[in-house]
């Protein structure tokens, strides 16, 4: 029983000794500060390049829809999509039966009037010398007084007669224009050179004139040799895009090659998508020359434009990831806070900062952001050239660190070599 005892005893000392162990362990584990571990880079003056990104569809600069001025069949159309025309070619011709027909009644019309005009400038001749015989018998005493005023009267009537058919020529000979003018609608030319590049119509089928609620498209003419890509630029970048920015165009079509191109138009006008709904969406088109494209650009292409909108050749930059954001929990900066009118209360400012490495501590540091890039921010406040920064890692820089944390910097040839690269 001894023996038992002994050896129970024993071991319940050997687990307390364990217990004990661990305890200190664990005290000296926590009264030890945290180390993170963080990737720098030293600042530097760099060129950052600001740029908008939007996507849109390749244009021709200029196009032209067809459409027919006049209704009726189309008996003739000499051309297909794709082809190349000049200015002047008959392209569409709608039966013109019925318009030579109303030019004919216009035509005889007109010839009608004109021949009334010379009876009614006979009949006022004849008018005329009567009055003028009955002036001078009354003159003589001859005649009557009523005599007198009744050719006086057949004469002011074949005058208004003669006003009147003169009228009645100018408005025949303006409905004989309008005939003239819409016959020769029936033949539809092309107004310029260019590519046929949408056939909306097929020979035999009836067209409505313009003059007709909105007229029939029958095909689109365009200008292929000068192409444009129209983007839809978000409201919140379309104020940092000027007319004569330039471009560079990635076409879906041609990947891995970029086109040229120089900002000629912004609309001033919002194109609005789920307009009252949370996914309202305002957007802006922004016209983009493409400048002398080495391949076929066909209109309808998927494409992205990045617009160069502003350039600092020498700006102090800092990765974008270096920059996070802080809240200014100290109640005595009023110009850092604002007050909540609504609900009566203070709440903090959020400040923009990064953690620049003083030995082997951080130190939280206010700044003021330019311009950016595609991978660096300028600073124009609050870092001076040589600094060194925390560039990484994402959850250090925007979660674990704070100012005077302990840092252990790794790595930071290999990624130097890399951003170099």
């Known amino acids: 029983m001894a023996t038992k005892k002994t ?59 067809i459409s027919a001025e006049v209704s009726g069949e189309i008996v003739e159309m000499p051309v ?12 569409v011709r709608i039966r013109p039966d019925a318009y030579i027909a109303s030019r004919n009644r216009a035509q005889a019309a007109y010839e009608y009037a004109r021949a009334e005009l010379r009876r009614t400038e006979a009949n006022l001749e004849k008018a005329l010398s009567e009055y ?47 005939a003239e003018e819409n016959l020769q609608r029936t033949n539809i030319y092309a107004p310029m050179i260019g590519t046929v590049t949408k056939v909306n119509s097929e020979l035999g089928e009836r067209v409505v004139g313009t003059g007709m609620m909105g007229g029939t498209e029958i095909m689109v003419i365009s200008d292929l040799t000068r192409m444009e890509a129209r983007v839809d630029v978000d409201e919140n970048d379309v104020v940092q895009v000027s007319i004569g920015d330039s471009a560079r165009v990635e076409v879906d079509a041609y990947p891995g090659r970029i086109f040229d191109g120089v900002v000629t138009e912004i609309a001033h006008a919002a194109k609005t998508r789920g307009m009252g709904t949370q996914e309202e969406v305002v957007n802006f088109e922004v016209k983009i020359r493409i400048i002398e494209p080495d391949v076929m650009l066909r209109p309808g292409m998927s494409m992205i434009a990045d617009i160069e909108t502003d350039i600092r050749p020498d700006a102090i930059a800092v990765p974008i990831q270096s920059v996070t954001i802080r809240l200014d929990e100290d109640n005595t900066q009023q110009d850092n806070r604002s007050t909540d009118r609504r609900r009566g209360r203070v709440r903090d400012q959020p400040n923009e900062i990064v953690f620049i490495v003083d030995g082997d501590k951080v130190k939280a540091v206010p700044v003021k952001r330019g311009i950016m890039g595609e991978r660096y921010v300028e600073i124009v406040e609050g870092l001076e050239e040589g600094s060194e920064v925390v560039s990484g890692s994402f959850r250090a820089i925007n979660r674990d660190l704070e100012d005077g944390a302990l840092v252990r910097v790794t790595n930071t040839a290999e990624r130097n070599l890399a951003d170099s690269n």
């Open 7 to 65: 050896r129970r005893n024993l071991i319940i000392a050997i687990f307390g000794g364990l217990f004990i162990v661990l305890a200190i362990a664990v005290i000296l584990g926590s009264s030890r500060e945290n180390v993170i571990a963080v990737q720098t880079e030293v600042v530097e003056l760099r060129e950052i390049v600001q740029l908008v990104t939007a996507s849109g569809r390749i244009h021709p600069e200029t196009e032209v829809k």
């Open 80 to 91: 297909r999509e794709g082809q190349i025309v000049q200015r002047g070619d008959m392209i």
């Open 132 to 178: 003028s015989r009955m002036q001078e018998l009354f003159g003589k005493q001859l005649v009557s007084e009523s005599e007198l005023i009744a050719a006086r009267t057949a004469y002011t009537v074949a005058l208004a007669g003669k006003e009147a058919t003169e009228h009645q020529i100018a408005q025949a000979r303006a409905s004989l224009e309008e």
